[in-house]
């Protein structure tokens, strides 16, 4: 059974920095392309970040570009979301994702593979 588990979310005053991590078990997800959705209360799923198999290619979606990066350690089969500069409009839940492909894209239709999430709150 495929497991990506979320952890690193929390509440933070604006301006602040987080880092989510994305823990995958059940398979490897080493030659397959991660990213990081998000989703606040009301509001459809957003792109936030996407990294290829072998994080030779990350893109960001436009409200984060800049402020946030994805990374990944296939070593430790991880994805992580380092978030700078948090805004409250950042405050949503935010989901692991997996393709079946070395390269993804910004689409949730995309990935077969979620997490449960994790919450991050950005005060003001």
Not at 20 to 32: I, Q
Not at 52 to 74: A, C, P, Q
Request: with cysteine; aromatic share 12%.
């Amino acid at each position: 059974q495929v497991q990506l588990v979320e952890s690193g979310g929390g509440l933070v005053q604006a301006g602040g920095s987080l880092r989510l991590s994305c823990a995958a078990s059940g398979r490897t997800f080493s030659y397959n392309a991660m990213a990081w959705f998000r989703q606040a209360p009301g509001k459809e799923r957003e792109f936030a970040g996407g990294i290829s198999w072998n994080g030779g290619n990350t893109f960001y979606g436009d409200s984060v570009k800049g402020r946030f990066t994805i990374s990944r350690d296939n070593a430790k089969n991880t994805v992580y979301l380092q978030m700078n500069r948090l805004k409250p409009e950042d405050t949503a839940v935010y989901y692991c994702a997996a393709t079946n492909s070395r390269f993804g894209g910004t689409r949730p239709g995309g990935y077969p593979y979620w997490g449960q999430g994790t919450q991050v709150t950005v005060s003001s």
